[in-house]
């Protein structure tokens, strides 16, 4: 409910999306509705759902907060069998979007997504794992030709593993940070030439794994530590339309990574 749509380059890409092994999938959030106030949602077998959005000051700006979970705990918690009553199977997630029409030239978004995972069978471990995004985007229009998109967030996943054992009870982490500033700007010098270029600047945190022993465990804490990165980029494409089935796409993409600390 909380997306407006989604693009899939299989193979070959845009010159912005650079920096990728192959495939991306990218997903547009929906902005609220800025006229009046509306309720959405839905219940099922699988997922519940339920949307809120409308106007924070009508025509100018909105909001937009989406939910989802699964019930299936509520269910196998109850079953007879202790290997599918000791069961975990959920997800939930939580999209929020903020926009605001500063005037005809400028206009800014917040959003923010949230997703959490479980996982576990019978006696195995417990697994969880989730996703993070914030993020703050300026639009601005500097004339009829050439407009411009200044984007900054954090994105960050986790993963863990969680053993209940007494004599071997331990927790699993690990995490992968990502803080990102990147600008791109798009001319349109006629109908048949597209111009696009920009960069961007991300600062990467890896905590490749870390395990923490219970009271009475066993086992050894292990920490691998952190690894940090910075990688950055400046790219210049062009899009031309040759005929109404036909077109090029061609560019230029500058890549850099290095790494940081010991």
Same mark, same amino acid.
Request: glycine share 8%; proline share 3%; aromatic share 14%.
């Given at each position: ?18 920096? %990728? ?27 519940? %759902? ?5 106007? @924070? ?6 909001? @937009? ?5 699964? &019930?299936?705990?509520?269910?196998? %918690? ?9 069961? %975990? *199977? ?22 923010? +997504? ?32 050439? &407009?411009?998109?200044?984007?900054? +967030? ?15 009870? &331990?927790?699993?982490?690990?995490? =992968? ?46 920490? @691998?530590?952190?690894?940090? *990165? =910075? ?32």
């Amino acid at each position: 409910d909380a997306i407006s749509n989604v693009e899939i380059y299989k193979g070959s890409y845009p010159v912005n999306y650079g920096g %990728r092994l192959s495939s991306v999938m990218h997903i547009r959030q929906r902005d609220g509705n800025n006229e009046k106030f509306q309720v959405s949602g839905g219940i099922g077998l699988i997922t519940s %759902r339920l949307l809120l959005e409308g106007p @924070l000051k009508k025509n100018k700006s909105s909001y @937009l907060v989406s939910g989802r979970s699964t &019930f299936w705990d509520y269910l196998i %918690r109850g079953a007879e069998n202790p290997t599918i009553s000791d069961s %975990r *199977a959920n997800f939930q997630d939580l999209n929020v979007k903020l926009n605001f029409d500063i005037n005809q030239k400028n206009k800014i978004f917040f959003a923010g +997504y949230l997703g959490r995972d479980e996982n576990k069978f019978g006696f195995d471990v417990l697994r969880k794992w989730g996703n993070r995004l914030a993020s703050f985007r300026w639009n601005h229009i500097h004339n009829a030709k050439l &407009f411009s998109n200044f984007t900054t +967030y954090l994105s960050n996943y986790n993963y863990r593993v969680i053993e209940n054992d007494d004599l071997a009870s &331990f927790v699993g982490t690990s995490r =992968i940070t990502d803080y990102t500033t990147k600008t791109n700007f798009t001319y349109f010098r006629n109908p048949e030439h597209i111009y696009t270029f920009g960069g961007s600047l991300t600062y990467h945190r890896l905590t490749p794994g870390r395990r923490i022993p219970g009271v009475s465990s066993s086992n050894n804490e292990v920490d @691998l530590g952190n690894e940090n *990165a =910075i990688e950055s980029s400046l790219y210049f494409g062009n899009e031309v339309k040759i005929n109404k089935k036909n077109s090029i796409n061609a560019g230029l993409r500058f890549s850099h990574f290095s790494n940081i600390g010991p």
